[in-house]
């Protein structure tokens, strides 16, 4: 078995790469890749161009070839593809399961995606790709991979483990073998455990379990990662309205979810509008920014023109105003405190399920609690540094009342957005501190005007 080698790209040895790529030195670069993991070597590929990486990859086996470009990131592996003529990406797409192989189509403009096809050599991969092809990329359907060991639920433990032998050639990770019937409708599962254990001539019917998680072509990419979350599975099966066996989605394709999941929702909550990454183009990244950013040049605009018209108040007791960065960032910091712990909550169906009312009257409380103990605070450092007592009166109430209704704001609004299908994610960026800066403005002045 090979063993693989733990991989630290250092300057020196990629000084010694870029060294053997110029003299065309093959013993090396072979030598130096061996056992080493094929996303290890895609990393050491994004510091090349994309002549050299070609090169690279054409002196390797086409197993870990097809392996590297597997893991390239999206963006790069679509430029990368430009440098491969249509009969080397089909040599590619050959050693890649049908999932990973119908990305890489994905990618492609319709007429090399047709010549890749025409280039298969292996007519069950291409039918199991065409299939795969007729779904949206987001849902179970565009997920699954056709390769899998299944059992007829009348053969006998010896039938099965020969046929597993066959079907197994082509499944890189078996979990375990389901179980079908002469319709190829799902039944359940059994594990190779209760194979290997079972007498030859027992029945796949008397040892199979029917207690079985599937999810359904149409079900969206969101929902597969929140079942496999909840149950804990390795694999699921993807049936057909009928629950006819289609195929499976592992969990690596799940954490990929998953983590273009987080990613988006960290880029919303941080005011950038897209998915987009620091290699993108400038154009780019300045079109996922810039939005956001002019909703906070507009808001500190309003608010510039709101402090405006309590000029009066400002002339007569110059004092308010330096508080009014501390009303500011505190209604910020409770409103995204509260919408981030919404948005998270968010990813569990049932974490509302106890009811509206009973999780707001627990954000009052809270909320009621961090108001009083702010408020406290600044009245107590506000009379202990001299500051006259009427207005640290004033500012510790305005900040107790920015405190409840940011908190309000922070849990109510991810939860609308969500409601009129909008991402949640919204409700914890820019969106809710501008919101918040303007209400908490509002309620200090409003409250110094009655008050002083």
């Known amino acids: 078995m090979e063993q693989l080698i733990q991989f630290e790209l250092t300057n020196e040895f990629r000084e010694r790469f870029q060294q053997a790529l110029s003299e065309k030195d093959v013993n090396f670069i072979v030598q130096s890749l061996e056992g080493i993991k094929p996303a290890d070597i895609s990393t050491l590929l994004y510091e090349f161009n994309s002549e050299d990486s070609k090169y690279v990859l054409d002196v390797l086996t086409p197993e870990l070839r097809a392996e590297i470009i597997n893991d390239l990131d999206e963006d790069v592996r679509e430029k990368f593809l430009r440098s491969f003529q249509t009969q080397e990406i089909s040599e590619i797409v050959n050693h890649l399961d049908s999932d990973d192989a119908v990305d890489i189509l994905n990618e492609l403009p319709i007429k090399e995606r047709e010549e890749v096809l025409a280039g298969i050599d292996n007519s069950e991969k291409e039918a199991n790709i065409l299939d795969l092809l007729r779904y949206d990329e987001d849902v179970a359907g565009g997920l699954m991979a056709k390769e899998l060991v299944k059992a007829n639920v009348n053969w006998t433990v010896i039938q099965c483990i020969e046929q597993i032998r066959k079907q197994a050639e082509h499944v890189q990770k078996l979990y375990s073998v389901y179980v079908v019937d002469d319709k190829d409708c799902l039944l359940g599962r059994v594990s190779l455990k209760r194979i290997i254990l079972a007498e030859d001539n027992t029945l796949i019917s008397d040892i199979y379990e029917s207690d079985l998680v599937t999810v359904e072509t149409y079900l969206s990419e969101e929902e ?47 005011g950038i509008a897209g998915d987009v990454e620091e290699d993108d183009s400038i154009w780019d990244l300045t079109k996922a920014r810039l939005p956001w950013l002019i909703v ?143 209400l908490g403005l509002a309620i200090y002045f409003y409250i110094v005007h009655l008050l002083l």
Do not use: H
Not at 231 to 252: C, F, H, M, S, W
Not at 337 to 365: E, T
């Open 224 to 270: 597969v990662a929140q079942i496999m979350r909840k149950y804990d599975l390795e694999a699921v099966p993807v049936v057909n309205v009928q629950n006819k066996l289609l195929g499976r989605i592992t969990i690596d394709d799940i954490v990929d979810v998953i983590t273009e999941q987080a990613d988006e929702e960290r880029q919303m909550m941080s």
């Open 296 to 438: 906070g040049v507009l808001g500190g605009f309003i608010s510039a023109k709101f402090i405006g018209v309590f000029e009066k108040e400002l002339l007569r007791i110059t004092a308010i105003a330096f508080f009014i960065p501390l009303i500011q960032a505190t209604g910020g910091n409770v409103g995204i405190q509260s919408s981030s712990i919404v948005v998270q909550s968010l990813a569990n169906p049932s974490a509302f399920s106890g009811g509206m009312i009973r999780r707001l009257l627990k954000v009052f409380l809270v909320a009621l609690i961090n108001g009083l103990v702010l408020a406290s605070l600044v009245y107590g450092f506000n009379i202990i540094t001299g500051g006259p007592n009427t207005l640290s009166f004033v500012v510790s109430l305005a900040l107790f009342f920015v405190v409840l209704i940011a908190s309000f704001l922070g849990t109510v609004t991810p939860l609308l957005l969500n409601k009129l299908g909008f991402n949640p994610a919204l409700a914890s960026g820019p969106f809710i501190t501008t919101t918040n800066d303007l």
